[in-house]
């Protein structure tokens, strides 16, 4: 059993320094005032903002900070770099076509980082 995540969500990357608001856009809109997201909504910047500071050793600008510090870890800005939808979704609500994002769903940022669902945005939309 899990919650539908809708615009306005908190996220948060493993590897963020602060949570950051899911965004979704207006045109997922299934019998609720708020659009509902699906596993799709995955854009950086679109639908997943930055998470303050970025903390990845794999992150590029991590490691040239990191260099330059003589190898004194030093957090970049985060700008995530998500090229996979999330997973898994909800197996039995569909959103426009795709499995709708549920509290459990997870993504992957490209610099090992893994993003997820801290509060769904709403709490009364329960999904099988």
């Not at 303050?52 to 003589?70: K, L, R, W, Y």
């Not at 970049?76 to 909800?90: D, H, L, Q, R």
């Not at 945005?121 to 329960?126: D, P, V």
Request: net charge positive; hydrophobic share 45%.
């Amino acid at each position: 059993m899990g919650q539908l995540v809708v615009g306005g969500a908190m996220v948060q990357c493993s590897f963020g320094a602060a949570p950051s608001v899911f965004t979704t856009l207006p045109n997922n809109r299934v019998n609720s005032a708020m659009p509902v997201a699906n596993i799709m909504d995955s854009k950086p910047m679109v639908n997943i903002k930055p998470f303050g500071m970025c903390n990845s050793p794999a992150n590029p600008q991590v490691i040239t900070a990191t260099a330059a510090a003589m190898g004194v870890l030093t957090p970049m800005p985060c700008i995530p770099v998500t090229a996979a939808p999330w997973v898994p979704g909800s197996p039995t609500v569909l959103v426009g076509n795709m499995p709708a994002l549920n509290n459990s769903s997870k993504c992957m940022c490209n610099w090992g980082g893994i993003i997820q669902v801290t509060a769904p945005g709403q709490f009364n939309i329960q999904v099988p």
